[in-house]
């Protein structure tokens, strides 16, 4: 017995040397936490996470906010685990609560766990971009959040808790001002007829649509050449691409530029848009899509499928043209039309960049999500 009892009181003094440790380290290395706490929890970069990156410094300009998940290198605040154990009950003063903006279904797993397990006082905010329905995992966890935020108009009829929508708030892009001038005509683009498409070179982004449509207008026009920009997902998709166009013996006339990264190769990036006259966007499917908004900042206008967003960003004749998903005759017709009506590109140009700057810029978007982070966190 003395020696049971001797045992028992040992592993209680080692509990409670390992408690007093843990709480130890908890209170030196735990940071107060900001009042909004945007999560980013996935490894790759994807189109959520250059949302991310770009709302940031932005929020941050008028708001304390702070980051849980993987680093943006934007400046950021990092939230960690520890703090949201010593610091997660406090409240700054003034606040009714704590915000965790989540966009993935994992942050809202994390999210859920922080305030229905550990109880910590905080609203968690989804941000819902699709037009398709969800799976049950999704459409259960988006049942369980406080609020959610849609990037336009039909993302709700795809939601199971509508009532739960607290804002429209359509995404944003960065203004780009700066104009390259003395560049290397690398693919031999100048005073050509330029039609580009961007994004990633795949069936649901409709490159093959693209493609098809030129293909039966450019024998009839030998300055209309078409630009392919973006990374390849599927090699066997792109070969079959490459064979249809060599096959119609267009070799020179589509071209493939691959992935530009706009941050490390600014120049390329720059000199594809000021030669290109006009940009095709024609996915299947889109949630938002950010593609025809970046060509209309740089003065372009866009043929689009009436998919995602881009009936919120055509206005028809003035910034493009909206179309049936999947019709590679009336994108063929369209452009036509403005190889014809090159005029009527110009005086569209003006009206495309101030789209933009009145209602799609980063600045926007930050401004109407900080107004709804406001309002929470007053509640």
Same mark, same amino acid.
């Given at each position: 017995?003395?020696?049971?009892?001797?045992?028992?009181?040992?592993?209680?003094?080692?509990?409670?040397?390992?408690?007093?440790?843990?709480?130890?380290?908890?209170?030196?290395?735990?940071?107060?936490?900001?009042?909004?706490?945007?999560?980013?929890?996935?490894?790759?970069?994807?189109?959520?996470?250059?949302?991310?990156?770009?709302?940031?410094?932005?929020?941050?300009?008028?708001?304390?906010?702070?980051?849980?998940?993987?680093?943006?290198?934007? !400046?950021?605040?990092?939230?960690?685990? /520890?703090?949201?154990?010593?610091?997660?009950?406090?409240?700054?003063?003034?606040? =009714?609560?704590?915000?965790?903006?989540?966009?993935?279904?994992?942050?809202?797993?994390?999210?859920?766990?922080?305030?229905?397990?550990?109880?910590?006082?905080?609203? /968690?905010?989804?941000?819902?971009?699709? /037009?398709?329905?969800?799976?049950?995992?999704?459409?259960?966890?988006?049942? =369980?959040?406080?609020?959610?935020?849609?990037?336009? *108009?039909?993302?709700?009829?795809?939601?199971?808790?509508?009532?739960?929508?607290?804002?429209?708030?359509?995404?944003?892009?960065?203004?780009?001002?700066?104009? +390259?001038?003395?560049?290397?005509?690398?693919?031999?683009?100048?005073?050509?007829?330029?039609?580009?498409?961007? !994004?990633?070179?795949?069936?649901?982004?409709?490159?093959?649509?693209?493609?098809?449509?030129?293909?039966?207008?450019?024998?009839?026009?030998?300055?209309?050449?078409?630009?392919?920009?973006?990374?390849?997902?599927?090699?066997?998709?792109?070969?079959?691409?490459?064979?249809?166009?060599?096959?119609?013996?267009?070799?020179?006339?589509? +071209?493939?530029?691959?992935?530009?990264?706009?941050?490390?190769?600014?120049?390329?990036?720059?000199?594809?848009?000021?030669?290109?006259?006009?940009?095709?966007?024609?996915?299947?499917?889109? !949630?938002?899509?950010?593609?025809?908004?970046?060509?209309?900042?740089?003065?372009?206008?866009?043929?689009?499928?009436?998919?995602?967003?881009?009936?919120?960003?055509?206005?028809?004749?003035?910034?493009?043209?909206?179309?049936?998903?999947?019709?590679?005759?009336?994108?063929?017709? *369209?452009?036509?039309?403005?190889?014809?009506?090159?005029?009527?590109?110009?005086?569209?140009? *003006?009206?495309?960049?101030? *789209?933009?700057?009145?209602?799609?810029?980063?600045?926007?978007?930050?401004?109407?999500?900080? =107004?709804?982070?406001?309002?929470?966190?007053?509640?």
């Amino acid at each position: 017995m003395l020696n049971l009892f001797q045992n028992f009181m040992t592993s209680i003094s080692i509990i409670t040397t390992i408690s007093i440790v843990f709480i130890g380290y908890i209170m030196l290395f735990a940071k107060p936490l900001p009042d909004v706490i945007i999560t980013n929890i996935h490894k790759r970069y994807t189109g959520v996470t250059s949302t991310i990156i770009n709302l940031f410094p932005e929020h941050a300009k008028t708001l304390d906010v702070g980051l849980y998940g993987n680093r943006i290198n934007v !400046g950021e605040k990092i939230v960690n685990f /520890i703090d949201l154990l010593y610091y997660g009950y406090q409240l700054s003063e003034g606040k =009714k609560c704590r915000i965790f903006h989540v966009r993935r279904n994992n942050e809202m797993i994390w999210a859920l766990i922080f305030r229905d397990i550990l109880r910590l006082p905080i609203k /968690i905010i989804f941000t819902q971009t699709k /037009i398709r329905y969800g799976s049950y995992i999704t459409n259960y966890l988006t049942s =369980k959040v406080d609020f959610v935020i849609v990037t336009h *108009k039909r993302c709700i009829n795809y939601l199971k808790n509508k009532e739960k929508v607290i804002s429209i708030i359509p995404h944003g892009i960065k203004k780009d001002i700066n104009k +390259i001038i003395n560049y290397n005509d690398i693919y031999n683009l100048k005073d050509k007829f330029v039609v580009s498409i961007f !994004g990633r070179v795949r069936k649901e982004k409709g490159t093959d649509i693209f493609v098809k449509a030129l293909i039966k207008i450019l024998i009839k026009y030998p300055l209309l050449t078409g630009c392919i920009i973006g990374e390849i997902d599927s090699i066997s998709f792109k070969d079959n691409l490459t064979n249809l166009i060599n096959n119609n013996g267009l070799t020179d006339r589509i +071209i493939f530029t691959g992935f530009i990264n706009k941050s490390k190769d600014y120049e390329k990036y720059k000199y594809i848009y000021n030669n290109t006259d006009l940009c095709i966007a024609v996915p299947r499917y889109e !949630g938002f899509g950010l593609t025809p908004i970046e060509a209309m900042a740089n003065g372009i206008p866009v043929i689009c499928s009436d998919t995602g967003a881009f009936y919120t960003m055509i206005d028809e004749d003035k910034t493009g043209n909206l179309i049936p998903i999947g019709d590679i005759d009336i994108l063929a017709d *369209k452009i036509e039309y403005y190889i014809n009506n090159q005029n009527k590109l110009k005086e569209m140009s *003006k009206y495309c960049i101030d *789209k933009v700057n009145n209602d799609f810029t980063i600045e926007v978007e930050a401004y109407r999500i900080n =107004k709804v982070y406001e309002k929470i966190l007053l509640q």
